[in-house]
């Protein structure tokens, strides 16, 4: 079931994308639900998304680099938790290819207070 979901921080909306504890079909879900979301509402969003001790597979990378480009004209601030290792690789990757803007956090607090900052 796909874990996307609005929260408040701070008085401001944020997409906030639960991949924690999926599969990697779950997680595709999830992403292919979030990029229906972002298409259908193309203005400015912050968004959070929490990916601890979850797969980097190669399918998801593939899904998300093709959903990246997909919706690269949908402003957006984000912020990722859960970035470790050859996740960080990744994310640069993602970053540079798509001139995205996704920062990685250790604390999902951290991460709230700068997206609405």
Same mark, same amino acid.
């Given at each position: 079931? $796909?874990? +996307?979901?609005?929260?408040?921080?701070?008085?401001?909306?944020?997409? !906030?994308? /639960? !991949?924690?504890?999926?599969?990697? /079909? @779950?997680?595709? @879900?999830?992403?292919?639900? &979030?990029? /229906?979301? &972002?298409?259908? *509402? $193309? #203005? @400015?969003? &912050?968004?959070?998304?929490?990916?601890?001790?979850?797969?980097?597979?190669?399918?998801?990378? =593939?899904?998300?680099?093709?959903?990246?480009? @997909?919706?690269?004209?949908?402003?957006?601030?984000? =912020?990722?938790?859960?970035?470790?290792?050859?996740?960080?690789?990744?994310?640069? #990757? !993602?970053?540079? &290819?798509? #001139?995205?803007?996704?920062? $990685?956090? *250790? /604390?999902?607090? +951290? =991460?709230? *207070? !700068?997206?609405?900052?």
């Amino acid at each position: 079931m $796909p874990e +996307i979901k609005k929260i408040t921080h701070k008085g401001k909306q944020i997409i !906030y994308v /639960d !991949y924690r504890g999926q599969s990697e /079909d @779950e997680m595709l @879900e999830t992403a292919s639900s &979030l990029r /229906d979301y &972002l298409l259908s *509402d $193309p #203005g @400015e969003h &912050l968004r959070l998304v929490n990916i601890t001790e979850t797969p980097a597979t190669r399918k998801f990378t =593939a899904f998300i680099r093709e959903m990246g480009k @997909e919706t690269k004209n949908v402003p957006v601030k984000g =912020a990722v938790v859960g970035i470790t290792g050859a996740k960080k690789v990744l994310l640069s #990757g !993602y970053n540079r &290819l798509l #001139g995205g803007a996704m920062r $990685p956090f *250790d /604390d999902e607090e +951290i =991460a709230k *207070d !700068y997206l609405v900052s």
